[in-house]
């Protein structure tokens, strides 16, 4: 018996017709909606060519989205690389064998988790602008980058040490027990054998995290960070086309988000062939679980 039919009955004639009609039904509401949001932006003028044009020319391009997105993908790969340090050292702690190492990173991490990320960056940029500028470390133009980057770092760097931990968490007993038989310690357990196969296991949610780097990237616009929204809204004020910018920049978001989740399907096909692989090879004498011919 299928699970289908154990979960619930199949839907009868009558059953089938109403969900077409409901379907249907569905489908025009939604094209009715469409159509009515078309209307209103011809009616105001905001389906003008020239008005799309503006937002996508080379002017547009040169000294606007390109700078932009630099800036985006520059301040979000580097968060992506300092909030992974982050995360694997806290999640290192969050499983250390002596308690006020646990209890340390869980405060700091449990901290980070709940503090909205907005929050981080109004905070740090406070913190940067008016303590670290004056000493003269940075240019006190730069403290919105910094502080985009702190914030990114400390708020996904925390959850990624709980994916760790309960990645870790998450795996059979056997796999420490058997590096301890052969006389691992716990922190080379981990680092060896139960975090590579954790990160593995968890490699969706990373990219997922990685995805909302991206975005939460956008936010350093409220403290005057110099990214793709904010370049796009100073495109739009120029030329009067501020939907059409705006448009085009959720797009290019949009892109880079596939991208990575595309590159992140591949890599994670791959390393998960590249274990069952391993997991399938056959020993000297013959196949895993099957005695060696004399």
């Not at 939907?243 to 880079?256: E, K, P, Y």
């Amino acid at each position: 018996m299928s699970q289908q039919t154990v979960l619930f009955d199949a839907p009868g004639p009558k059953a089938r017709r109403r969900i077409l009609i409901t379907n249907i039904v569905a489908v025009i509401v939604v094209a009715a909606l469409i159509a009515l949001v078309l209307w209103r932006l011809w009616d105001q003028g905001q389906l003008r060519p020239h008005l799309w044009l503006n937002a996508i020319n080379g002017n547009a391009w040169t000294n606007y989205l390109l700078l932009g997105l630099q800036f985006t993908l520059q301040a979000a790969a580097i968060a992506v690389v300092t909030s992974l340090i982050f995360g694997l050292a806290f999640g290192f702690l969050r499983l250390a064998p002596y308690a006020p190492f646990r209890g340390f990173a869980m405060v700091i991490v449990e901290f980070f988790r709940a503090v909205p990320v907005l929050i981080l960056m109004v905070f740090f940029l406070s913190f940067y602008s008016q303590i670290i500028a004056p000493t003269g470390l940075i240019d006190p133009r730069n403290a919105p980058y910094f502080s985009v980057i702190t914030a990114l770092t400390l708020y996904n760097g925390s959850v990624i040490a709980e994916l760790v931990r309960s990645g870790v968490k998450s795996l059979p007993r056997g796999q420490r027990e058997a590096a301890m038989a052969i006389g691992m310690t716990n922190t080379l357990s981990l680092r060896t054998v139960e975090v590579p196969q954790a990160v593995i296991a968890m490699l969706p949610s990373l990219i997922s995290q990685f995805v909302i780097i991206l975005k939460d990237s956008a936010l350093g616009y409220l403290i005057g960070f110099s990214e793709l929204l904010r370049y796009a809204r100073q495109l739009g004020s120029g030329y009067g086309n501020i939907l059409q910018s705006i448009t085009v920049a959720a797009i290019l978001f949009i892109l880079l988000n596939f991208l990575l989740g595309w590159v992140a399907t591949k890599l994670s096909r791959r390393l998960s062939s590249r274990t069952a692989g391993d997991t399938t090879a056959e020993a000297p004498g013959g196949a895993i679980g099957k005695p060696a011919t004399p």
